[in-house]
């Protein structure tokens, strides 16, 4: 089903206030600064092509610093990555609540991590999640509420070595159009100690992985009742079977106090008055044309993000 013009109309009042960055890479309990070994933009735009270069870590459109910085992480280990709406936003501003789907990780072993593109084969997925059909919540509905921290499991029988570690969120808000999809990604610069190396993963490429009429980047986010497939391969496992989704994103360190120089998403107006106990979860959906589930809120309060799509917001 096409797009209203409508539709259209009302993703758009989301904007550029609605996008996101990954910006800080936590490894060993330590809190790395905004952009120390990882390449991020100046400007927090997505790329909506997928045959483009950009795809694998950035750039074109939003022009990547380079970081002269590899960070250690331990094989088995898990890491956690920010994200925030600018490189100056704090863990209350991660990105519109309007941009649902999913939220994924990658892999790419290099000889030189601060010098390799990222572009070509060689990448694998360790992560992803995208919607929770018991909670009615997406990926990045759990990202915000965590303040914008993704927890990364890195394989413990992968060999040791520099790798791109690569985290990527996909905001389906338009994607029923194509290249409506919205896809945000960096690439962290990381060496690996302690991996066995007793398995080597199956691997794709960045561009080629991804194809603009995959059912899980052409995809209407306002129809239910929702059924998602997330895009790309298979999450790669040391047993060689199964799936490693993402584990609880509870930061496990402090994050930077950062100040905000840019004002966070504005909401639209309440239609559903805050309720407690009964209703749809947090972040969760709770109304719009054709919503046939809970119309209050069991936290927060139900706000209209356009026609179809209402949720329950702080």
């Not at 490894?27 to 933009?41: K, W």
């Not at 309007?98 to 072993?109: C, F, I």
């Not at 309440?270 to 972040?283: D, I, K």
């Not at 969760?284 to 919503?291: A, I, N, R, S, Y």
Request: aromatic letters at 6%; a neutral charge.
């Amino acid at each position: 089903m096409k797009f209203s013009s409508s539709v259209a109309a009302a993703a758009a009042l989301t904007g550029a206030s609605a996008h996101t960055i990954m910006t800080n890479l936590v490894s060993n309990g330590v809190v790395n600064g905004v952009g120390v070994g990882i390449r991020v933009p100046s400007y927090d735009g997505p790329i909506t092509d997928v045959s483009t270069s950009d795809i694998a870590c950035n750039g074109g459109p939003n022009p990547t610093t380079p970081s002269n910085v590899v960070i250690d992480v331990k094989a088995g280990s898990t890491v956690q990555t920010y994200w925030r709406h600018t490189l100056t936003s704090t863990s209350s501003d991660v990105i519109d609540p309007s941009h649902k789907g999913p939220v994924m990780a990658y892999m790419k072993k290099v000889s030189d991590a601060k010098t390799d593109t990222g572009i070509g084969g060689g990448w694998f997925k360790i992560s992803e999640e995208g919607y929770d059909s018991s909670s009615r919540l997406w990926a990045v509905d759990k990202l915000i509420a965590s303040g914008g921290v993704q927890s990364i499991p890195i394989p413990s029988c992968i060999a040791n070595g520099q790798y791109l570690l690569r985290g990527e969120l996909i905001a389906l808000h338009s994607a029923s159009s194509a290249n409506g999809a919205q896809f945000y990604m960096e690439c962290a610069q990381i060496n690996v100690t302690g991996g066995t190396g007793s398995v080597s993963p199956a691997t794709v490429s960045l561009p080629g992985a991804y194809k603009s009429t995959d059912p899980g980047i052409l995809f209407n986010l306002y129809v239910s009742p929702i059924s998602y497939k997330i895009p790309g391969p298979s999450v790669f496992s040391c047993s060689g079977g199964g799936s490693n989704t993402q584990p609880p994103t509870n930061p496990t360190t402090t994050p930077p106090t950062q100040q905000t120089t840019t004002a966070p998403p504005t909401q639209q107006t309440s239609t559903t008055p805050p309720v407690s106990g009964t209703g749809a979860p947090l972040y969760g959906q709770c109304g719009g044309t054709g919503w046939t589930g809970p119309t209050t809120c069991a936290s927060g309060t139900c706000k209209a993000t356009n026609q179809w799509y209402s949720q329950c917001l702080p």
